[in-house]
């Protein structure tokens, strides 16, 4: 038979039980609020820059370009399977960041939506545009928008900021945002393909063209106030689907080196021209970053069941080796599941290939935000 005593042992327990519960998530409390990838209560933004890695959808906008993904089956695993412009099934990496990072919002919106409210606008767009590069021809190719346009936008962009919250917020919410540039892939996919190009610049030299259009539009960026800017390499570009198929005419496809060696290189160049702008401007409290994507894409196709991918040479969409934008259509046959595919066409990886680049690069990612709340 229990006794009183033994009751007030047993209620004695669960008090000092609940206190120590209530000691842990008054903790657990305490560590949300000052996680250091929470960005909700700051005043800083995630502003993007690129092509159809990093567009969420300005290219609906253009009305004479071919490059839209705004029809089935792009978006097909999007919570309300609406194709946003996003050219795979559902997110892109940038839509992970501005989530993972608490910015009040799942995706990062086009800026050219005319429906993006004040809120929208403060806590981070993207600029980005299918098809562009940063060789001027890249662009020009398939009328879209060029990076020095997108860099007018951003200049447009502030004026707009500038209205709301006046000239000193809008100029400290820029030196606390963070800056991402996703671009060159498609200027080295129409420089492979293009002999004239190829007469005009061996591939060393048009690595270097490109590196010192990418620093004049990094200074740029710099002078508009950016302080944490991060731009994305190359991925193995002849693993692309579309590469493959163009340069192989065998039965068993496989990456073709040669131009993916050539996207190593850029690489090497692009990290080390960072490291000297890092040493350049280390007097103005600026930070520079180099994020890889070639290393990720490479593991997931060299090693596609440690990622649960069946599929790693041809996309998703159509017969999965030359479709994308308007080749990859309502009545093209799709996969029944994308998570076993590296690639959702024959150029952009699927969701689930971009969120595993966004884990890849978690650590960058972790280490500008602590920076950008250091600002605050």
């Given at each position: 038979m229990r006794t009183c005593e033994d009751s007030h042992v047993l209620l004695s327990l669960i008090e000092k039980l609940l206190i120590v519960w209530l000691l842990l998530q008054c903790l657990m409390a305490k560590l949300v609020s000052s996680n250091k990838n929470n960005l909700s209560a700051s005043d800083a933004g995630f502003y993007v820059f690129g092509d159809s890695t990093v567009d969420p959808g300005n290219n609906n906008y253009i009305s004479n370009t071919p490059l839209k993904s705004n029809f089935p089956p792009y978006g097909r695993d999007l919570p309300d399977h609406v194709p946003s412009g996003r050219f795979t099934n559902a997110k892109l990496s940038t839509d992970y960041i501005a989530s993972y990072a608490g910015l009040k919002?799942?995706?990062v919106p086009p800026y050219?939506?005319?429906k993006l409210d004040m809120e929208e606008l403060l806590t981070g767009v993207s600029f980005a545009s299918a098809g562009s590069g940063f060789d001027p021809q890249t662009p020009a190719l398939s009328n879209v928008i060029s990076i020095p346009k997108q860099l007018q936008y951003f200049r447009?962009?502030?004026?707009r900021l500038e209205g709301v919250v006046g000239r000193e917020r809008r100029e400290n919410h820029i030196h606390k945002s963070a800056f991402l540039i996703s671009a060159a892939t498609n200027d080295f996919i129409f420089y492979f393909l293009d002999p004239i190009r190829r007469k005009s610049f061996t591939a060393f030299t048009y690595q270097q063209f490109l590196i010192q259009q990418l620093k004049t539009f990094v200074q740029e960026l710099w002078e508009e106030g950016a302080r944490e800017i991060a731009v994305v390499g190359l991925p193995p570009v002849g693993c692309l689907p579309v590469m493959i198929t163009l340069n192989s005419f065998d039965v068993e496809r496989s990456c073709i080196d040669e131009y993916s060696s050539v996207a190593r290189d850029y690489n090497k160049m692009l990290q080390h021209e960072l490291q000297l702008m890092q040493q350049r401007f280390s007097n103005s409290a600026a930070n520079f970053y180099y994020v890889d994507?070639?290393?990720p894409l490479a593991d997931m196709i060299q090693t596609p069941h440690k990622y649960g991918f069946d599929e790693v040479n041809d996309g998703c969409c159509g017969s999965g080796y030359i479709e994308t934008a308007f080749?990859?259509?309502e009545k093209s046959p799709v996969c029944s599941d994308a998570s076993k595919y590296v690639f959702w066409d024959s150029l952009h990886p699927t969701d689930k290939a971009y969120h595993y680049i966004f884990l890849a690069?978690?650590?960058t990612v972790d280490l500008i935000i602590q920076r950008m709340l250091?600002?605050?």
């Open positions: 919002k799942e995706f050219l939506d005319p447009e962009y502030k004026k994507i070639y290393g080749l990859c259509k690069a978690r650590s250091q600002r605050q």
